[in-house]
């Protein structure tokens, strides 16, 4: 009778928790980075100025005021 090879298994078992743990941290940095950009606008003064326009208002831009 073949005697079992542990050695084997114990590497699948160490490959199978190497694969789990960089699937989790990938994941995570996924939702962090969704997480940021999803929420947050991706131009700021882009969007002030939209505002502005919806409300009839003037804006200004940061390079007016700069003489």
């Known amino acids: 009778m ?3 090879n542990y050695g084997y298994e114990k590497r ?3 490959l ?3 694969r789990k743990k960089e699937d989790k941290l990938k994941s995570k940095s996924e939702r962090k980075v969704g997480g940021e950009h999803g ?3 991706t131009d700021a003064s882009t969007d002030a ?3 502005a326009n919806a409300t009839g208002a003037q804006v ?3 390079a007016s005021g700069a003489q």
């Open 2 to 4: 073949a005697t079992p």
């Open 12 to 14: 699948q078992k160490e």
């Open 16 to 18: 199978a928790k190497k």
């Open 39 to 41: 929420d947050m606008p």
């Open 49 to 51: 100025v939209e505002s």
């Open 60 to 62: 200004e831009g940061p």
